[in-house]
């Protein structure tokens, strides 16, 4: 286990920036990954090429049967994607540590300028995550093709220099076959928790926040420009009041001279029918 150190540092590193589906990704890769890897499948595939038997004492026959069986040890493909896997987290933890870096050596920027750097570390986040999901798309494909979904105890090998058709045999290849389905649930759960934190991410990040963050700035602007801005800015407002309070000072007046009018109506009406 000691060449998966450098992997876990970086790694424990990495989830003090990473969201929470983001932490469950790295607890899927730590351990349904590299422990299980590092401590279990180590010993089940150290002797498989050794264990690979034909019936056949034709020098060469077995190596290019085994060749053809396994194109690559199954081992080394898991350890090979688990590395292609986390290379985009380590570039974006890279990128983390320089940017944290080149803060604490700048000083305290503004906040416009704090904003905009935390934008940058999302998008690049986002990138990051978007890049993994493709790797392991890109590697549960190639498991399938070059395994299938079962570890064939038997496999028939008709390969120059076998001088006819040959029997040869696997190794324990039920016990294969389950670590071989075992990593293709676990690469099939982990791309599935990606693509979950990646539309979740784009969601929070980038649509539901972008109008909640320019509402309180647009008001901000608003009350500066027009509660203190100089005496433009008094002179226009105190216009706008006076425009305001005269269309309702002229209907208040309306309604009492229309009422007096009224009243004078009803007055004369009623002298003359008294002269009548």
């Not at 790694?11 to 890769?29: K, N």
């Amino acid at each position: 286990m000691g060449e998966w150190s450098f992997l876990s540092d970086l790694f424990s590193s990495l989830e003090a920036h990473s969201t929470m589906l983001g932490r469950f990704w790295l607890l899927v890769t730590l351990i349904f990954r590299m422990l299980i890897l590092g401590t279990v499948a180590s010993d089940l595939f150290d002797d498989e090429q050794e264990e690979f038997t034909c019936n056949t004492l034709q020098p060469g026959c077995k190596q290019v049967c085994y060749d053809m069986a396994f194109p690559i040890s199954q081992y080394r493909f898991w350890v090979f994607s688990i590395v292609l896997i986390a290379t985009p987290a380590m570039v974006f933890l890279v990128y983390v540590l320089h940017h944290g870096k080149k803060r604490a050596d700048g000083g305290r920027g503004s906040r416009h300028r704090d904003e905009l750097a935390g934008l940058h570390l999302r998008m690049f986040y986002v990138v990051n995550v978007a890049f993994r999901i493709l790797a392991e798309v890109v590697f549960l494909v190639l498991q399938w093709t070059l395994y299938g979904f079962t570890v064939e105890a038997h496999f028939p090998c008709s390969r120059f220099p076998c001088p006819h058709t040959v029997d040869c045999f696997t190794s324990r290849p039920a016990e294969k076959t389950v670590f071989l389905r075992f990593y293709f649930g676990v690469g099939f759960v982990s791309a599935a928790s990606s693509c979950v934190e990646l539309f979740y991410s784009s969601l929070k990040w980038f649509c539901c926040s972008r109008r909640p963050a320019s509402d309180p700035a647009r008001r901000r602007r608003l009350r500066r420009g027009g509660g203190g801005g100089g005496g433009g800015g008094g002179e226009s407002a105190g216009e706008r009041g006076k425009a305001q309070r005269l269309p309702a000072q002229g209907r208040s007046s309306g309604k009492v001279y229309g009422r007096e009018q009224s009243q004078e109506g009803r007055q004369i009406c009623d002298s003359a029918a008294l002269v009548a």
